[in-house]
């Protein structure tokens, strides 16, 4: 049963494609894959394959294309839903290795993409973007974090291929236990970004794409 549904999953995507999954089921590799293509400024929640066939990709669907190659290899990926005030939300694909977290991401920000799995808890984990998640004003804008959520089956559920599954994802993201990052102190005392770091964060930009 196992092979007739990695058989059918997989008849949906090209021998090509199929190599680059393969080649970059290992987290750094799947982070350099999804680090090479053009961040994509449109709104729509589209699917893994996707951002091979077009060539670019936001949070979302970078976060599935990292998921669908880490399934390849020895990491199973967690999608963490990064919920922000008066900023654009972000999603990471996370992964444990040896009882420890880490994440792949995309992002129009550096400093919002890859960690080394080091953190003990997907907590700490998130906490790690706090400092660099601000928004255009200069405000740190990261509020609070969703459960790790695994994803379905693809032969279920084909988010790996089929664009039109995006927005059921994101519905069953949104059904997740949800956690707060802040008390209502916290947000009365936060300090602004530091101008050298607000200004390193915009390397690479595309300013098309900022909220």
Aim: hydrophobic share 35%; aromatic share 10%.
């Amino acid at each position: 049963m196992y092979c007739m549904k990695t058989q059918k999953i997989n008849a949906a995507w090209s021998k090509q494609e199929l190599a680059i999954l393969s080649k970059c089921s290992t987290p750094d590799r799947a982070q350099d894959l999804v680090d090479s293509l053009p961040y994509r400024c449109e709104d729509g929640h589209l699917s893994a394959k996707a951002a091979l066939r077009d060539g670019r990709a936001h949070c979302f669907d970078g976060s599935l294309l990292a998921a669908a190659a880490l399934k390849r290899g020895k990491c199973e990926p967690f999608l963490i839903d990064l919920c922000a005030e008066d900023d654009d939300d972000h999603m990471i694909c996370a992964y444990k290795w040896r009882g420890y977290w880490g994440a792949v991401a995309k992002s129009n920000f550096p400093g919002l993409r890859f960690r080394e799995p080091i953190f003990k808890s997907p907590r700490e984990l998130v906490l790690s973007y706090f400092e660099l998640y601000f928004s255009m004003k200069g405000d740190k804008s990261l509020r609070a974090f969703s459960s790790p959520f695994k994803l379905p089956d693809p032969s279920r559920l084909d988010w790996e291929c089929d664009d039109s599954v995006g927005d059921k994802i994101v519905e069953m993201l949104g059904k997740r236990r949800h956690f707060n990052l802040l008390t209502t102190s916290h947000h009365r005392t936060l300090r602004k970004v530091d101008d050298r770091l607000f200004k390193s964060q915009l390397l690479g930009v595309n300013l098309k794409g900022v909220y």
